[in-house]
């Protein structure tokens, strides 16, 4: 059966860095993209990019460009998620979530992660 | 960026009651809308995709419909397990962003 399981909850002080991971199993990881959401607490889910596990191509939303990094492991099945430069906003849930369909970038999320709570204070 | 309203933003109902919620686009995004429901602590679980399609698993009681900027979510008899917040997602265009959500609780 599918699975993503993420890293587990982090606490950063300002100006800091997390990178949480997402492994993966239970389909051919390089044959559907990957998203990152997050949640603020209390808040609505915010789309922070794409990656395509297959060659490694991203796109971000404008908001994150030069402050995240998505990457990929295929020997693991392994999407990474890296937020730089935090700031006490970016406290919030980070969530991967599987496009539901093979090749296929604008698929709805059919899989999700469990969440990893970053948690940003001094 | 394409943005997204929801309407109601929060709604109160009993078991068995029909609910709609609303979502609109500003601009047309043909049917590459999702929903999704969230319930405390939890990660959002897909219901519909392709603005109408709904998805293995979800019960029939779920329905949607609609496209270009104007689209429905219908619950037929809300059943317990309904209380929850539930979230329109567009999949035309980047950024693929999310409406602000519809909490459903009861009356």
């Known amino acids: 059966q599918v699975q993503l399981v993420q890293s587990g909850a982090e606490v950063r002080k300002p100006g800091a860095s997390v990178k949480v991971s997402c492994k993966t199993s239970g389909y051919t990881f390089t044959s559907y993209y990957m998203h990152w959401v997050r949640q603020a607490p209390g808040q609505g889910i915010e789309w922070m990019g794409i990656?395509?596990?297959?060659?490694?191509?991203?796109t971000y939303t404008q908001k994150f460009q030069g402050r995240v990094t998505m990457t990929s492991d295929t020997s693991t099945s392994t999407v990474y998620m890296e937020l730089s430069s935090l700031r006490s906003e970016d406290t919030a849930v980070f969530y991967c979530?599987?496009?539901?369909?093979?090749?296929?970038?604008?698929?709805?999320?059919?899989?999700w992660g469990q969440g990893t709570l970053v948690t940003v204070s001094s | 960026d394409i943005q997204l309203t929801q309407s109601p933003s929060f709604l109160s109902a009993s078991i068995g009651d029909k609910v709609t919620i609303t979502c609109r686009a500003s601009q047309g995004i043909s049917s590459y809308l999702a929903w999704y429901q969230q319930k405390p602590g939890k990660a959002p679980n897909l219901l519909i995709y392709?603005?109408?399609t709904l998805q293995s698993g979800v019960p029939s009681r779920f329905s949607g419909s609609g496209s270009g900027t104007e689209f429905t979510l219908t619950i037929s008899s809300l059943q317990p397990e309904d209380f929850a917040t539930y979230y329109c997602q567009q999949l035309d265009s980047y950024p693929f962003t999310f409406g602000p959500g519809t909490k459903v609780d009861m009356k």
């Open positions: 392709t603005a109408s």
């Open positions: 979530a599987r496009s539901c369909c093979r090749y296929d970038s604008s698929g709805s999320y059919d899989y």
């Open positions: 990656i395509n596990p297959n060659g490694g191509s991203t």
